[in-house]
């Protein structure tokens, strides 16, 4: 994946030594014990109070303790709900672009006559006042704070007595991750002697999308309520006919995933003068949710084999898996797919402050080779060829891909080009040597304009590409001839959670935001943004060559299939209609099979072929039926079937190609409430379904999670009988009061993710 911007480099010139100084290998290893140690601390009082601990030192003015107002200060800076905030032991968690208040207790009265105080922050392991970490702020008698939302600043906003407090400003442009304060005092117009406190607490500052000044800045209020603090959502999953919004907990107030993000930042080797940068921070975190490069967070696994971890599709929130990764010391969790990772960058995003959305596109293409064509090889039984003829091509179309939307300016694009940015973690291809993706501006994928920083060529092939089957030829000069592009194009549908619906029983909360990404398919100014862009790619202007259509007088129609049940039998059908006023002998192929959602074979259900003759202006129907005990053995994740169909016509050598994919429907998971939650008070809730098949229902567990609620948990069921109706109760005592949401999922070995979701409104204590 290359990209034409500036490329971020982990260790450029300057800041190679830091990586791999013992100093820095110190500062990280001290960060994560410190994490270490406040997360058990929080886990083993977290039902009581902490007093704090005051510290007094000698020195000209001396400090006696340092106050940093943690709860105060969250009101303005819209970060009361994070569980660090409301901790016994308050930890700050600020927003740049804001002021803030702070408070010190000297031994004595303060005289700015005879007494010097400069508050500093530092950042990052070697602070630096020229690389903008480290900060000197002189106490002076100024009344008003600057007006220049990009400067630090400082005030004394009051005195009583030895006690100060001072009102600090940070710049909408300050890095974002831990700052540490330092009150330094010394006699006026002396250098020494010096009295320096260092203040216990980690300042955590984070984006704003609150301040115009902040790259991130959001103008909408209702916008900034789902795509900023909404605890809750939905992933989508399914397929282009039937999306389905599978439920997740975001959970980015949790204690754990500040720390577990901050941990993660580290690993990515984002030079820490950098970290204001809302651009490099999301191609950050586009290569450390992955555990590919640098052992960020997910391992991913394709393969169906999840025995020495847990199944992508058993987690229900992120919370578990950044609390996993912070307890086991950083070690890669096994295991996530694509939707997993898209979750966790939400978490992760809307945690530092960065607007952040999912996004599914549906029939995503993996162009390997930037042909911007998914290419597609045949045998002459109609049996798909791995890796094509040369055994090189690994282009795929994945059923669905999930990656997501991130809001900031983009001052190194031109104007127009700012808004919604598209980063993808899932690892495919690398980026500059290293597993990432984007970010790629919306509007220029849109555009066609490839040449845009980062990585926007990739992006804009998922979306666009074009699926071309070729079939073993013996007439062809290289074995193979090019059927008719198939009609089952990329992008079909591109979707996302509304902000201003929340659908606990369907899926009304969807938003199509096809039109966001290309034009109408098979428009002019869909064309003319492909073209644009193989104008950029040197490769795929050969592709877009085609011949001209020769005879085509038979019409071929493969019947798309809406809803299948579990467990219920389907037939893969394909009409035939001969528009010719002479016979027509037609050879054809149809296939079943069950694939990974990434559009790989994992079983062959059947296949029939065979040759007749359609008479003039006649019709025929072909017809295959697959039972359930047919595929039920033989799903993998998702319980994704694929069909093929392939057709060629004797006597006018017309071609004809096409495949579709649809997912078996689960029952859903009811949840009923009982009694009245109350914050404080035990409650119950029951969860339900029916067994939908004939068999019984064996490795059985239930997953539940609900942020205020219930921590994640997984617990053990015995087996379910054939068509039993199951329930399970779980109590839970809820932690916060007003709406909250519960979920609730149901996996065995027979089948896996029956979820359902619903709403507790819980009372205060």
Same mark, same amino acid.
């Given at each position: 994946?290359?990209?034409?911007?500036?490329?971020?480099?982990?260790?450029?010139?300057?800041?190679?030594?830091?990586?791999?100084?013992?100093?820095?290998?110190?500062?990280?290893?001290?960060?994560?014990?410190?994490?270490?140690?406040?997360?058990?601390?929080?886990?083993?009082?977290?039902?009581?109070?902490?007093?704090?601990?005051?510290?007094?030192?000698?020195?000209?003015?001396?400090?006696?303790?340092?106050?940093?107002?943690?709860?105060?200060?969250?009101?303005?800076?819209?970060?009361?709900?994070?569980?660090?905030?409301?901790?016994?032991?308050?930890?700050?968690?600020?927003?740049?672009?804001?002021?803030?208040?702070?408070?010190?207790?000297?031994?004595?009265?303060?005289?700015?006559?005879?007494?010097?105080?400069?508050?500093?922050?530092?950042?990052?392991?070697?602070?630096?006042?020229?690389?903008?970490?480290?900060?000197?702020?002189?106490?002076?008698?100024?009344?008003?704070?600057?007006?220049?939302?990009?400067?630090?600043?400082?005030?004394?906003?009051?005195?009583?007595?030895?006690?100060?407090?001072?009102?600090?400003?940070?710049?909408?442009?300050?890095?974002?991750?831990?700052?540490?304060?330092?009150?330094?005092?010394?006699?006026?117009?002396?250098?020494?002697?010096?009295?320096?406190?260092?203040?216990?607490?980690?300042?955590?500052?984070?984006?704003?999308?609150?301040?115009?000044?902040?790259?991130?800045?959001?103008?909408?209020?209702?916008?900034?309520?789902?795509?900023?603090?909404?605890?809750?959502?939905?992933?989508?999953?399914? +397929?282009?006919?039937?999306?389905?919004?599978?439920?997740?907990?975001?959970?980015?107030?949790?204690?754990?995933?500040?720390?577990?993000?901050?941990?993660?930042?580290?690993?990515?080797?984002?030079?820490?003068?950098?970290?204001? +940068?809302?651009?490099?921070?999301?191609?950050?975190?586009?290569?450390?949710?992955?555990?590919?490069?640098?052992?960020?967070?997910?391992?991913?696994?394709?393969?169906?084999?999840?025995?020495?971890?847990?199944?992508?599709?058993?987690?229900?929130?992120?919370?578990?898996?950044?609390?996993?990764?912070?307890?086991?010391?950083?070690?890669?969790?096994?295991?996530?797919?694509?939707?997993?990772?898209?979750?966790?960058?939400?978490?992760?995003?809307?945690?530092?402050?960065?607007?952040?959305?999912?996004?599914?596109?549906?029939?995503?293409?993996?162009?390997?080779?930037?042909?911007?064509?998914?290419?597609?090889?045949?045998?002459?039984?109609?049996?798909?060829?791995?890796?094509?003829?040369?055994?090189?091509?690994?282009?795929?179309?994945?059923?669905?891909?999930?990656?997501?939307?991130?809001?900031?300016?983009?001052?190194?694009?031109?104007?127009?080009?700012?808004?919604?940015?598209?980063?993808?973690?899932?690892?495919?291809?690398?980026?500059?040597?290293?597993?990432?993706?984007?970010?790629?501006?919306?509007?220029?994928?849109?555009?066609?304009?490839?040449?845009?920083?980062?990585?926007?060529?990739?992006?804009?092939?998922?979306?666009?590409?074009?699926?071309?089957?070729?079939?073993?030829?013996?007439?062809?000069?290289?074995?193979?001839?090019?059927?008719?592009?198939?009609?089952?194009?990329?992008?079909?549908?591109?979707?996302?959670?509304?902000?201003?619906?929340?659908?606990?029983?369907?899926?009304?909360?969807?938003?199509?935001?096809?039109?966001?990404?290309?034009?109408?398919?098979?428009?002019?100014?869909?064309?003319?943004?492909?073209?644009?862009?193989?104008?950029?790619?040197?490769?795929?202007?050969?592709?877009?060559?085609?011949?001209?259509?020769?005879?085509?007088?038979?019409?071929?129609?493969?019947?798309?299939?809406?809803?299948?049940?579990?467990?219920?039998?389907?037939?893969?059908?394909?009409?035939?209609?001969?528009?010719?006023?002479?016979?027509?002998?037609?050879?054809?192929?149809?296939?079943? +099979?069950?694939?990974?959602?990434?559009?790989?074979?994992?079983?062959?259900?059947?296949?029939?072929?065979?040759?007749?003759?359609?008479?003039?202006?006649?019709?025929?129907?072909?017809?295959?039926?697959?039972?359930?005990?047919?595929?039920?053995?033989?799903?993998?994740?998702?319980?994704?079937?694929?069909?093929?169909?392939?057709?060629?016509?004797?006597?006018?050598?017309?071609?004809?190609?096409?495949?579709?994919?649809?997912?078996?429907?689960?029952?859903?998971?009811?949840?009923?409430?009982?009694?009245?939650?109350?914050?404080?008070?035990?409650?119950?809730?029951?969860?339900?379904?029916?067994?939908?098949?004939?068999?019984?229902?064996?490795?059985? +567990?239930?997953?539940?999670?609900?942020?205020?609620?219930?921590?994640?948990?997984?617990?053990?069921?015995?087996?379910?009988?054939?068509?039993?109706?199951?329930?399970?109760?779980?109590?839970?005592?809820?932690?916060?009061?007003?709406?909250?949401?519960?979920?609730?999922?149901?996996?065995?070995?027979?089948?896996?993710?029956?979820?359902?979701?619903?709403?507790?409104?819980?009372?205060?204590?």
């Amino acid at each position: 994946m290359a990209t034409t911007g500036r490329p971020v480099l982990p260790g450029t010139a300057g800041t190679s030594e830091i990586w791999g100084s013992g100093e820095y290998r110190n500062y990280v290893r001290d960060m994560m014990t410190s994490f270490g140690a406040e997360y058990n601390r929080r886990r083993e009082l977290e039902n009581a109070l902490e007093q704090p601990v005051v510290e007094t030192h000698g020195a000209p003015l001396q400090v006696e303790l340092c106050g940093l107002y943690a709860l105060d200060n969250a009101q303005q800076h819209h970060t009361a709900q994070y569980e660090l905030v409301l901790d016994p032991k308050p930890t700050p968690v600020l927003r740049r672009g804001l002021p803030f208040f702070c408070a010190a207790r000297f031994h004595r009265q303060f005289d700015p006559a005879r007494d010097a105080i400069k508050l500093v922050f530092a950042f990052g392991p070697k602070p630096a006042v020229t690389k903008g970490t480290r900060v000197i702020l002189p106490v002076t008698d100024k009344k008003e704070l600057t007006s220049d939302k990009n400067k630090w600043d400082v005030r004394i906003h009051h005195q009583d007595g030895n006690d100060i407090t001072f009102q600090v400003q940070i710049p909408a442009s300050a890095q974002v991750g831990i700052w540490k304060c330092i009150v330094r005092t010394h006699p006026v117009g002396q250098r020494e002697p010096v009295n320096v406190f260092k203040c216990e607490d980690d300042i955590y500052v984070l984006f704003n999308p609150w301040c115009e000044e902040d790259g991130v800045y959001l103008e909408d209020e209702q916008l900034r309520q789902e795509h900023v603090l909404n605890e809750t959502g939905k992933v989508w999953i399914g +397929s282009y006919r039937q999306p389905k919004g599978h439920r997740w907990v975001f959970g980015q107030f949790d204690d754990v995933v500040l720390p577990a993000t901050m941990f993660l930042l580290e690993l990515s080797k984002l030079n820490h003068a950098d970290r204001g +940068s809302p651009v490099q921070m999301a191609r950050a975190i586009s290569a450390m949710i992955n555990s590919l490069d640098e052992d960020g967070l997910i391992e991913g696994n394709w393969g169906g084999k999840y025995e020495d971890g847990i199944a992508p599709h058993a987690w229900t929130g992120s919370v578990a898996i950044l609390e996993k990764f912070l307890k086991e010391g950083g070690r890669p969790v096994k295991y996530g797919q694509c939707w997993v990772f898209s979750a966790v960058v939400v978490t992760v995003c809307r945690a530092l402050g960065i607007p952040c959305r999912s996004v599914t596109n549906y029939v995503s293409a993996h162009d390997t080779n930037s042909s911007l064509t998914v290419d597609k090889y045949f045998d002459r039984l109609g049996e798909e060829i791995q890796g094509g003829p040369d055994g090189d091509c690994f282009d795929s179309c994945w059923n669905f891909h999930v990656w997501n939307e991130l809001w900031m300016a983009r001052p190194d694009l031109p104007l127009g080009y700012g808004g919604w940015q598209i980063i993808d973690a899932t690892p495919q291809e690398a980026s500059d040597a290293v597993y990432r993706c984007g970010p790629a501006s919306l509007e220029a994928v849109r555009r066609g304009e490839v040449g845009f920083s980062y990585d926007t060529p990739f992006v804009f092939a998922e979306v666009n590409a074009d699926v071309c089957h070729f079939k073993e030829d013996e007439s062809s000069e290289w074995g193979f001839s090019r059927l008719s592009i198939n009609q089952y194009h990329v992008g079909r549908k591109i979707v996302t959670k509304r902000h201003d619906k929340d659908d606990d029983d369907g899926d009304s909360d969807m938003e199509d935001i096809t039109d966001k990404y290309k034009n109408p398919e098979g428009s002019q100014a869909e064309r003319l943004a492909v073209f644009n862009a193989v104008r950029g790619i040197e490769r795929a202007q050969q592709y877009y060559s085609f011949p001209k259509k020769g005879k085509e007088d038979v019409h071929f129609d493969l019947v798309e299939i809406e809803k299948i049940a579990f467990g219920q039998n389907f037939s893969v059908t394909v009409h035939i209609q001969n528009k010719a006023s002479s016979l027509r002998t037609i050879s054809v192929l149809l296939s079943a +099979s069950t694939v990974f959602y990434t559009g790989n074979t994992a079983h062959r259900l059947k296949r029939a072929n065979g040759e007749f003759v359609v008479q003039p202006n006649q019709r025929e129907t072909l017809r295959i039926t697959v039972s359930a005990n047919e595929y039920l053995d033989k799903l993998v994740d998702k319980s994704l079937i694929k069909i093929y169909a392939i057709a060629s016509v004797k006597e006018t050598n017309q071609t004809w190609s096409e495949e579709d994919d649809f997912p078996l429907q689960k029952p859903k998971l009811n949840i009923q409430i009982r009694g009245t939650p109350q914050v404080g008070q035990v409650c119950q809730a029951v969860f339900s379904f029916q067994n939908p098949l004939n068999i019984a229902l064996t490795d059985c +567990s239930f997953s539940v999670e609900g942020p205020g609620l219930q921590r994640p948990k997984i617990v053990k069921h015995r087996d379910v009988k054939p068509g039993e109706l199951v329930t399970f109760t779980e109590h839970f005592r809820p932690k916060k009061e007003g709406p909250r949401k519960i979920l609730g999922a149901f996996n065995s070995k027979q089948i896996t993710e029956i979820e359902g979701a619903t709403t507790v409104n819980t009372r205060p204590q």
